[in-house]
């Protein structure tokens, strides 16, 4: 069973910065996209972020220019630089890892992100 344990969350002021990490227990080559998730209190968990094995990578408005996402394909970890966090972006941040021709998806257990201001 593939596993992916997130890390890095916590509170953080307005303005701030944090980064969040993500270990996968299998190589990244086997999947094919690696992505970012967020659900906010009350509201539905959102795509914001994905990094293809072609090295495409595509952001949702709302953190476009603020968040950027990198990967270390060898020691198979996915980033997210989190910057000029706002208090909107307050959230459980979750790590997805997808093979399209099987349609699996696979999550991690979620790290909160939470503004102190």
């Known amino acids: 069973q593939v596993q992916l344990v997130e890390s890095g969350g916590g509170l953080v002021q307005a303005g701030g910065s944090l980064r969040l990490s993500c270990a996968a227990s299998e190589s990244f080559a086997s999947f094919n996209v690696m992505g970012w998730y967020r659900q906010a209190p009350g509201k539905q968990r959102e795509l914001f972020a994905t990094?293809?094995?072609?090295?495409?990578?595509n952001y949702a408005d709302s953190v476009k220019g603020r968040f950027p996402i990198s990967r270390d394909n060898r020691q198979n970890e996915l980033f997210l630089q989190m910057n000029s966090l706002k208090a909107e972006d307050t959230a459980v941040y979750y790590c997805n890892s997808r093979r399209i021709i099987s349609g699996k998806n696979y999550w991690g257990q979620g790290t909160p992100v939470t503004d102190s201001t």
């Open positions: 990094s293809t094995n072609g090295g495409t990578t």
